[in-house]
Nanobody
Framework: QVHVVESGGGLVQAGGSLRLSCIVS????????VGWFRQAPGKEREFVTA????????YYVDSVRGRFTISRDDAQNTVYLQMISLKPDDTAVYYC??????????????????WGQGTQVTVSS
């Protein structure tokens, strides 16, 4: 059974950096694509970024492109989300999700098999 756990959230000033981690266990990690979503208060959950099996491709929402970088370490069953130049608008609960389904739209939350509990990121102005 796939199990997803995020960590690394916190409070940071605008312009600062954070690195989130997502550990996916209980499965063959290299067979899974992993995505990050976020949900701000009063807003719908939105896609942030995703990385395919074995890191073949990366996808980003326009609002974070150039500031966020997703990467994976298959030996550690871990996906990282490096965030720089953070803005108050980045404040949200960040969720990691994993899917083994090939060829799906990784921006669609319904395509994921398992989700973490979320980690809070707060960017102060």
């Amino acid at each position: 059974q796939v199990h997803v756990v995020e960590s690394g959230g916190g409070l940071v000033q605008a312009g600062g950096s954070l690195r989130l981690s997502c550990i996916v266990s209980g499965v063959t990690f290299s067979s899974y694509s992993v995505g990050w979503f976020r949900q701000a208060p009063g807003k719908e959950r939105e896609f942030v970024t995703a990385i395919t099996q074995s890191g073949g491709a990366e996808y980003y929402v326009d609002s974070v492109r150039g500031r966020f970088t997703i990467s994976r370490d298959d030996a550690q069953n871990t996906v990282y989300l490096q965030m720089i130049s953070l803005k108050p608008d980045d404040t949200a609960v960040y969720y990691c999700a994993a899917t083994a389904r090939p060829g799906v739209s990784l921006g669609n939350p319904r395509e994921y098999d398992a989700w973490g509990q979320g980690t809070q990121v707060t960017v102060s102005s």
